[in-house]
C-alpha cells in the first residue's frame, strides 16, 4: 500500500542519511508483524547504498576533472587561438597541432636551457678545480714559507745570541784594555 512504501521510502533515506541499515527495514511481507528482514530486500538495499556511493565518488572525480580541465584551459597560453580557431573552423585537431607545436616549442627551450646550463656547470666545475689546485699550491707554498720563517727566526735568535757574547766580550777587553791602560798611566 501507499502509506508502506512511504513508511520504506522514509526509512531509507533515513538509513542512507545515518548511513546504516536497520534490521528491521525491510519485512518480507508488509502486513506480517515480523522482525525477521527479508535477506533479498537486504542485499538489495545494501547494493542500492553501495550504487549510491559510488554514483557520489564518480560525481566527485567528474567534478575535479572538470576543475582540473578549467585549470588547464586558464592556463593554456593557446587558449584565445584555440577558441578562435575552433570557431571558425570547428575543428579540435587543429587546436590539438596548435597545443602540441606549442609544447615542441616550450620542450625546446627547456632543452636548450639545460644544455646551456650544463655548459655553465662544466665551466664552473673546470674552474673551481683550478682554484682548489691553486689552494693545494698555495697550502704548500705557505707551509715551506712557515718552515723558512721558523728556520730564519732560530737564525735571528742564534745571531742575536751571538752578538750579546761578543759584546760581552768586547766589553771585557775594553776593560781589560783600560785597566792596562790606567795600569801604566
Not at 519485512?27 to 547494493?47: F, G, K, M, R, Y
Amino acid at each position: 500500500s501507499e502509506k508502506e512504501r512511504k513508511k520504506i521510502k522514509k526509512q531509507l533515506r533515513m538509513c542512507i542519511h545515518d548511513g546504516g541499515v536497520p534490521p528491521n527495514m525491510f519485512l518480507s511481507q508488509p502486513d506480517v508483524d515480523t522482525d525477521i528482514p527479508d535477506p533479498d530486500q537486504i542485499e538489495n538495499a545494501s547494493t542500492i547504498l553501495f550504487l549510491k556511493s559510488h554514483i557520489v565518488e564518480m560525481e566527485h572525480e567528474i567534478q575535479t576533472l572538470e576543475e582540473r580541465i578549467r585549470e588547464v584551459e586558464i592556463n593554456s597560453p593557446t587558449k584565445g587561438r584555440r577558441e578562435s580557431h575552433d570557431s571558425v573552423n570547428g575543428n579540435s585537431k587543429a587546436a590539438l597541432e596548435i597545443d602540441i607545436q606549442y609544447l615542441k616549442e616550450k620542450l625546446s627551450e627547456t632543452e636548450d636551457a639545460h644544455l646551456s646550463t650544463k655548459e655553465m656547470l662544466e665551466e664552473v666545475s673546470q674552474i673551481n678545480r683550478e682554484m682548489l689546485n691553486d689552494l693545494k699550491q698555495t697550502e704548500v707554498e705557505a707551509v715551506d714559507n712557515f718552515e723558512q720563517l721558523t728556520s730564519l727566526k732560530q737564525k735571528y735568535t742564534h745571531a742575536k745570541k751571538e752578538i750579546e757574547s761578543a759584546k760581552l766580550i768586547a766589553i771585557t777587553a775594553l776593560r781589560k784594555i783600560e785597566a792596562v791602560e790606567d795600569g801604566k798611566g
